[in-house]
């Protein structure tokens, strides 16, 4: 066993890990984040993704111990002061959440396509999300929402 210390949403956790424990089993199961979703368990589905340092990482194939001292954000850590994010609002707002497996994922991708391109077009916003394995909403909805998001994210810009 050997401690590391991990910055997750802004709060220094020092969990004990095994050589081979993952982040997704230390933010679940040690931490008790439990948005981010165990799915295929082999990087197949973006159930699990984070942000390391605001990039989609997937949680079920990154080694803990390879993530300390990096920055992870989780869906928890998007929403602030009883505030849900722009994107998170968006996803409610355009009914693109279903069964919610998929959403935590997809939202974090969202986040980091956002920041890096704040005026995605449709095919930009399809392939940030690709990655993420949706069984129920046809991705219609998700990307409607994420579009909406940007809009949002643009005029609370021009207010500030």
């Not at 199961?29 to 990482?57: F, H, Q, W, Y």
């Not at 968006?90 to 974090?108: E, N, S």
């Not at 916003?125 to 909403?137: A, P």
Request: glycine share 10%.
């Amino acid at each position: 066993m050997a401690k590391i210390k991990l910055s997750v949403n802004g709060k220094i956790y020092e969990p004990e890990v095994e050589p081979w424990h993952t982040l997704l089993h230390i933010l679940r199961e040690e931490i008790g984040l439990t948005g981010t979703k165990k799915g295929c368990d082999s990087g197949r589905c973006g159930a699990c993704t984070v942000l390391m340092n605001g990039t989609p990482i997937l949680s079920c194939t990154t080694l803990a111990i390879s993530s300390q001292g990096e920055e992870i954000t989780t869906i928890e850590g998007l929403a602030q002061g009883g505030q849900l994010h722009p994107i998170q609002q968006a996803f409610i707002d355009h009914y693109a959440v279903q069964c919610g497996f998929c959403t935590p994922g997809m939202i974090l991708n969202a986040k980091a396509l956002l920041d890096n391109n704040p005026h995605p077009t449709e095919d930009e916003v399809r392939q940030s999300i690709s990655g993420n394995m949706c069984r129920c909403t046809g991705y219609v909805k998700p990307v409607k929402a994420i579009l909406a998001a940007a809009e949002m994210l643009k005029k609370g810009n021009q207010n500030e």
